[in-house]
């Protein structure tokens, strides 16, 4: 396995882990999404089949992994800019986990671009 695959499956596990917590925060709330929790789920039937496809196109190395790389490693910046920025709310997403989780969704989706980005070109 090589760094940029390591990289994508870090990256994937904070993502569902904050989507996990999210669930439990109600972000569909926050974020004023349509469908409760069912149309919270559903929603990311598509993104975690994407991921799962993703990481095995990342360790092909091929020109789709590095597209999906580009995706997975911006959306690893979203819980930061989304929580900490737009949509910030004191009484959610306020345990030491939660900014642990953002935190670290971030760094690894930047190092994710970092990785990813020269392989495009």
Do not use: C
Request: charged share 15%; no cysteine.
């Amino acid at each position: 396995m090589n760094v940029l695959t390591t990289v994508f499956m870090i990256n994937a596990t904070l993502l569902v882990l904050h989507e996990i917590e999210s669930a439990y925060w109600k972000e569909w709330e926050i974020l004023k999404l349509p469908g409760h929790i069912t149309g919270f789920i559903i929603i990311h039937i598509p993104i975690l089949l994407l991921m799962l496809y993703g990481l095995i196109e990342v360790e092909k190395q091929s020109p789709s992994g590095n597209i999906l790389g580009l995706v997975f490693g911006i959306g690893g910046l979203v819980p930061f800019i989304v929580h900490s920025l737009f949509a910030k709310k004191e009484d959610r997403f306020n345990l030491v986990i939660s900014r642990i989780l953002i935190y670290s969704s971030a760094i690894s989706g930047a190092l994710l671009l970092i990785l990813t980005v020269p392989r495009l070109f």
